[in-house]
């Protein structure tokens, strides 16, 4: 049977770092990444992101998980693209590191976002999953910068951000929501870049870089 890589060729890649495996969440992967987030995302209350997802009803939160996996997929051309890749620990669906662009063609640049489930969290993963979109992005795909952002009060989103070397990029204000936040803006560039002493492992690169428009 045809796989369904060579159809949606995202579904081929694959980015393994020493403790993690990286890869495009698939429909079957969605349950595990429903239960993920149902398990807890973040202390209640204290929402770290632009929509406040995860703290949905649990009767919401997988239909609206689901819609925006798929949304990011349909949404998906080189014009302007997101992959959602999927965290796995020793075979443990632990939470999701996306990386996408807008006209990359043009910019070069990245942004990136991530969850962990709480379970996973202050062990490094997330310095981990981000250092493995970084390389991929730098290294793979030709990408001269990664930005970021997060509230000036996550200081696990921040302390990724510096340990990795992105640089402060300025403060803006943002509607969270309808809530007013103060949001601190990362940058990374190559330069900047404090690679971990780690190779990523990269396979199906070839086919999701022709299907962005990235050649070379
Ligand atoms: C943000 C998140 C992905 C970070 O992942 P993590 O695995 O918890 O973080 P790590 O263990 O990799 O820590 C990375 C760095 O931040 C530092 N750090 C972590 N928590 C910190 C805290 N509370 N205060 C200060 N530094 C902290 C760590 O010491 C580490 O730096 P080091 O390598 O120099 O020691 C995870 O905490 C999470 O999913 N949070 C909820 C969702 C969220 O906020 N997403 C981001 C929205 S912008």
Sequence with gaps: MTELSSVFPPFALTLTTPR???RPLQDDDIPAAVEAATSGVHDPGR???GTPWAEAPADQLGPNMARWYWQCRAGTTPESWALILGIWHGGTFVGCQDVGAKDFAVI????????????????????????AVALYAFDWLGA????????????????????????LNGITR?????????????????ETFKRPDWQLKVAGHEPTAKFLGIEG
């Design 108 to 131: 070069r640049t990245v942004t990136t976002g991530s969850w962990l489930r709480k379970s996973a969290h202050g062990r490094g993963f997330g310095k981990e999953m981000r250092a």
């Design 144 to 167: 001269e910068a990664a930005e970021s952002e997060a509230a000036v009060w996550n200081a696990p989103s921040l302390g990724v951000s510096r340990s990795l070397g992105y640089e």
């Design 174 to 190: 943002m509607s969270w929501d309808g809530k007013a936040e103060t949001v601190q803006r990362v940058r990374l560039t190559p």
């Design 47 to 49: 929402n770290p992101f």
């Design 20 to 22: 993690l495996v990286l």
